[in-house]
């Protein structure tokens, strides 16, 4: 069964500086998807952003990006210029693609906080 | 607008009783998804549907049953035979594998 790791349960950042989340996975699959999603206080979850495994190239939106190491099955989120509305719980999560039913896979969050 | 609809925000459950969550959504998405959400832990997947009529458990369907008798809703009945039932509920759809989920707020369950 496919897993998602992330390693930091919580991270913080002050506002306008840059931060990384983490996130690792484990599959056999070659074909799959990423994703990036963020949970704020209202729990409202929202998809942040979306990586496929056969794109090399990072995605990136706006002040979010990833680096995607795809040998490394790593999946990390940068946030620049982070602001207070960033403060959230952020999930990464993995799907397998094919016949997988679109089922995602989510990892246990990492708590982000945001210092002003 | 288009969205999902989860009902109510919040629900309380005595011991021994069904409950049943309400999902509507106007998306028009085939595959329709029911995780549950605890303190400390990531989402896990209860049930997911991708087609009228027909659903699959997911990885902590004991306890719980959902029926897909129309396209646009997807409703999960929490059973007394789920003895841990306290938890935050998400409702999601997706219109294709890849494309990740569209989530409804969700429901919060306490047993009382």
């Known amino acids: 069964a496919q897993t998602v790791t992330q390693s930091q349960p919580e991270m913080s950042v002050q506002e306008a500086e840059t931060v990384t989340l983490s996130c690792t996975y484990d599959t056999s699959e070659s074909d799959y998807y990423l994703f990036w999603y963020k949970q704020p206080p209202s729990r409202q979850m929202i998809l942040v952003i979306r990586q496929e495994a056969y794109k090399q190239q990072n995605a990136t939106e706006n002040r979010f990006s990833v680096n995607f190491q795809k040998a490394a099955k790593s999946f990390s989120l940068k946030i620049s210029d982070s602001q207070l509305g960033d403060a959230a719980m952020y999930f990464c999560?993995?799907?397998?693609?094919?016949?997988?039913?679109?089922?995602?896979?989510f990892g246990q969050g990492t708590i982000l906080t945001v210092h002003p | 607008d288009g969205g999902i609809t989860q009902s109510p925000k919040y629900l309380f459950r005595k011991e021994g009783q069904n409950v049943t969550l309400s999902c509507e959504q106007n998306?028009?998405?085939?595959?329709m998804y029911w995780y549950r959400q605890d303190p400390g832990q990531g989402l896990r997947l209860i049930y997911y549907?991708?087609?009228?009529?027909?659903?699959q458990k997911g990885d902590i369907a004991e306890g719980y049953s959902v029926s897909r008798e129309k396209k646009e809703s997807f409703p999960l009945t929490v059973t007394s035979a789920q003895k841990n039932p306290t938890a935050f509920y998400l409702c999601?759809?997706?219109?294709?594998?890849?494309?990740?989920?569209?989530f409804g707020s969700g429901t919060r369950l306490t047993v009382v």
């Open positions: 999601a759809s997706s219109i294709s594998t890849g494309h990740g989920y569209t």
């Open positions: 998306l028009n998405h085939d595959a």
């Open positions: 549907s991708q087609i009228v009529n027909d659903f």
């Open positions: 999560a993995y799907n397998a693609g094919g016949t997988s039913y679109g089922k995602l896979t």
